[in-house]
Every structure is written in structure tokens, then in C-alpha cells.
């Protein structure tokens, strides 16, 4: 069965603080997404890993693909209110067609002052 | 506005309508996707084009769903004789096949609500 599995589902969070969400798929993949969504609002892309070991960072969000351990993790540094959000991680089937997209059920981050 | 258009925004029905959405992806884009997302989940793909091929369908687009893309620009999604577990937000996606990371942008969906 193709899943993805992510924790946690809920998180609240102080401002300043770090954490990390970690997203579990199980089968190979060689990439994984990870998108953000506000309330009533479509995805927007953050990162596309393709390899293992992939890291990328984009202000205080880093990414990163262990394909090994079909794991990714998604870590924030010093939480600012603007990234209350719900994040997905989505694995490609891969073979035609990258873009047919297996996602978790997100994560959604609160984050408080 | 060069992202993916989609409308109506929202579509409220009754059981056994017919109900229609549109989806205009980004202009250069050669892939386009549909998605179905209910509350507290991911989405979930239901079929996608490679120009106005239609290349893969889901197992949970029933009968009832229809999808076109007639000359590779806009995408129509059909649904048939409406059902209360029809109620989500369908969202459209588009990519350039020859991006290496084929990134997705989504559209802002249509949320249908069958009454």
C-alpha cells in the first residue's frame, strides 16, 4: 500500500522555539515534496528533495531525505507566527508521471506568541 | 495573474446534479493534474493530461467523473448524478514536463458542496 505517514499531525509551538515534523513513506521514491497550505488557500511548494541526502533550507525551514530510511524531516527554526500553517510531504510514484503525488494528512502547525 | 485559474470557487448542488469545474493552467505548462481534497486530509490525485492526453486515471475516479483537455490548454472536470461524498475541493495542478524537479503549482480549488 502506498502511504505516507506524518507526526506529528498537530503541533503547537511557542515563537523562538524549533522543532522538527517527520514524514515516513513506504515505498522507494526518488523525490519528495513538501508543501504548505493556509486556511482556504491552495498548496504552495517549499522544497523538492531528489536525492538521498538532499538538504535544503529556505529561511527558517530546512528539508532533508534519508531514502534509505524512506524518511524526511522538516525542521523550523525559531518559530515566527507567520508560519502557522498545514504542512504536507507527498512522495512521486515516479515512472511517467512525477506528478502523481501520494501525500500525508499534514501537519498542522500553531504557533504562539 | 500567470498562475492556475480555476472556477467557479465554490459550487453548491443537489444530489443527482451535474456539476461542472474549469481549470486554466499556467500558459507554457504541458502537465495538468486533478486533485481531490476533504477536510483534514492531503489531496488525493484523480487523473492527469501530458498535452490533451489523458495518461492516468485513479481507481477513485468512478464513472461518474469525467475529464477533458481538449487542445492541451484549459481542463474541464465532469461529475455525474452528484453524491454527498462527492463534497470536497478539487484542485487543479499544473508542471512543465521538461523541469527537471516538476514542480506542482496548484490552483486555489473549487470547493463543492452537494446538498
Known amino acids: 500500500e502506498l502511504k505516507v505517514e506524518q507526526n506529528p499531525l498537530f503541533l503547537s509551538m511557542q515563537e523562538g522555539k524549533n522543532y522538527t515534523i517527520y514524514c515516513n513513506y513506504s515505498?522507494?521514491?526518488?523525490?519528495l515534496y513538501w508543501y504548505r497550505q493556509d486556511p482556504g488557500k491552495s498548496l504552495e511548494s517549499l522544497f523538492v528533495?531528489?536525492?538521498?541526502?538532499a538538504v535544503k533550507q529556505e529561511g527558517r525551514l530546512m528539508a532533508s531525505l534519508d531514502t534509505k530510511a524512506r524518511l524526511s524531516t522538516l525542521h523550523i527554526t525559531a518559530a515566527v507566527h507567520d508560519l502557522s500553517a498545514t504542512y504536507f510531504c507527498a512522495y512521486s510514484k515516479g515512472g511517467g508521471s512525477q506528478g502523481n503525488l501520494i501525500f500525508g494528512k499534514g501537519t498542522k502547525l500553531s504557533v504562539k506568541p | 495573474d500567470t498562475g492556475v485559474s480555476q472556477n467557479p470557487r465554490h459550487k453548491i448542488t443537489k444530489r443527482g446534479q451535474n456539476v461542472t469545474f474549469r481549470c486554466d493552467p499556467i500558459s507554457e505548462h504541458n502537465r495538468l493534474y486533478w486533485y481531490r481534497q476533504t477536510l483534514g486530509q492531503g489531496p488525493e490525485f484523480l487523473t492527469y493530461?501530458?498535452?490533451?492526453?489523458?495518461?492516468?486515471k485513479s481507481r477513485l475516479l468512478s464513472d461518474r467523473f469525467s475529464a477533458e483537455r481538449p487542445k492541451g490548454s484549459f481542463s474541464t472536470l465532469e461529475i455525474q448524478r452528484t453524491e454527498q461524498g462527492d463534497s470536497a475541493m478539487y484542485l487543479c495542478?499544473?508542471?512543465?514536463?521538461?523541469?527537471?524537479?516538476?514542480?506542482?503549482?496548484f490552483g486555489s480549488g473549487t470547493q463543492l458542496s452537494v446538498l
Open positions: 495542478a499544473s508542471s512543465l514536463w521538461e523541469d527537471v524537479n516538476e514542480k506542482l503549482f
Open positions: 493530461f501530458q498535452n490533451e492526453a489523458q495518461l492516468e
Open positions: 528533495l531528489l536525492s538521498n541526502g
Open positions: 515505498t522507494t521514491s526518488d523525490r
